[in-house]
């Protein structure tokens, strides 16, 4: 689980320029981002996601109830997250004592250990760099879509993510 805030502006990422040409790229004013809080599961490949004004305790409470509805039929569920300060405030932990969600927490400064750190990078790559959108509806709606349309990259996924990973019984 983690958060990501894309933000709509041009993000360039490499191309292709004749010696001596100039290319120009289009870009946005402004700071506009999207704020998601994520998770990713690594044995069935379903990607979860709850998008917000914010993330911090309140919003991520707030998903943790809709991972709790998706796994109803579950009596645990863990989920790997960073030292983000909305994973570790007291309300979360509060509400985790209740839960059937349980967070292991990862070393400090490792999000190579991360997995939804590489489909934050996949959406980069498909949606966001090398791309530009006029208005930032455009751009919301195209960063959603992805999400909305995972199945359709599910093989690119996989194979980005890593299949090859030991999966452990808590």
Known sequence: MDGVHPQHNSTCASAWIEKGKIKTIKS???????????VYNAESQEILIHESQT???????????????YYQNKTRVIIIVDNARYYKN?????????SIIEFWFLP??????????????????KIINNKYY?????????????????NRYKEEIASFIGQKMQLFEA
């Not at 946005?28 to 704020?35: A, K, Q």
């Not at 006029?134 to 995972?150: D, P």
């Open 28 to 38: 946005n004013t402004g700071r506009s981002r999207i704020n998601i809080n994520g």
């Open 55 to 69: 993330i911090n305790a309140e919003t991520t409470i707030a998903f943790l109830k809709e991972i709790e509805e």
């Open 90 to 98: 007291k309300k979360v932990t509060e509400y985790l004592e209740t």
């Open 108 to 125: 400090p400064y490792s999000p190579n250990l991360n997995l939804i750190e590489r489909l934050w990078k996949l959406l980069r790559k």
């Open 134 to 150: 006029e208005s930032f509806k455009k751009f919301r709606t195209s960063v959603l879509s992805f999400f909305e349309n995972a």
